[in-house]
């Protein structure tokens, strides 16, 4: 049985106000998610403010991205091991964003996983099709490519603390969703794609989240879909109630 694991990538949002204010209101309520992970990923300048609010509350702390190297002459950038220093658990790579706003290629994401790996970190790895793309029929082949090259050379024990994270781009934050059998086909492709690569013991470990416009109102039925594991969450996580509120939606998925 995989966990399910709700994540909120917060982007370049809050101060350090607001920041506290949501890391302490998610905190606070954090028990009443039973048996789903909770993962908040705040900017970078906050990681410590909300570490600290946190305290010792059942939610994980995460980054929003990371460099591939160590140390070095490399200004504005942030080691995985300045991450887990800091005590982030998880960190986001080839999001849509960094993916087409900022250039990143597959290879650069590679890099990244085989960094954050390195420096204890779990990544949450990113794939995901422009609304041109599907519309031509190409989703699958997007997919497929954005995998094997974004987790090239990556081991089958390693792959245990990888997260994959479906976002269709065209859905993030434009409140369109995708239907949850355009979700269940992508996620049912990429398990098998993770059980052709390694095995079928792997492809049931691994976590595959959904993520694009998910709110209380649609969790429920994405993340009941059987390859769905969680979900991936940008404006509905700056809400503390619906973010706790998805997360009490995966709640009653996994219990049921």
Request: proline share 3%; net charge negative; charged share 20%.
């Amino acid at each position: 049985m995989r966990t399910p694991l709700i994540a909120g990538n917060w982007k370049m949002n809050t101060d350090s106000s607001t920041a506290r204010g949501l890391a302490a209101a998610i905190a606070t309520r954090a028990v009443e998610a039973a048996d789903v992970e909770l993962l908040v990923c705040p900017p970078d300048v906050y990681l410590a403010l909300v570490r600290d609010t946190l305290g010792n509350a059942r939610v994980g702390l995460g980054a929003q991205d990371m460099y591939h190297e160590t140390q070095g002459a490399f200004t504005g950038e942030t080691s995985g091991g300045m991450l887990r220093d800091i005590g982030a658990t998880y960190v986001i790579l080839g999001h849509s964003e960094r993916r087409h706003i900022l250039g990143e290629s597959d290879s650069d994401v590679n890099k990244k996983v085989v960094a954050a790996l390195t420096a204890g970190l779990k990544p949450i790895v990113c794939v995901g099709e422009l609304l041109e793309e599907r519309e031509a029929g190409r989703t699958a082949e997007v997919i497929r490519t954005q995998f094997e090259g974004s987790l090239a050379g990556i081991s089958a024990d390693a792959m245990a603390s990888v997260v994959i994270a479906y976002e269709p781009v065209w859905a993030i934050g434009t409140g369109k969703v995708a239907t949850p059998d355009q979700a269940e086909e992508v996620h049912a492709d990429l398990r098998k794609q993770l059980a052709a690569r390694y095995n079928d013991a792997v492809a049931d470990k691994v976590r595959i989240l959904y993520g694009g416009s998910v709110k209380p109102d649609n969790a429920g039925e994405l993340l009941g879909l059987p390859n769905v594991d969680g979900a991936l969450i940008g404006g509905a996580s700056l809400k503390a109630d619906d973010f706790l509120a998805i997360a009490l939606a995966g709640t009653a998925v996994a219990q049921a």
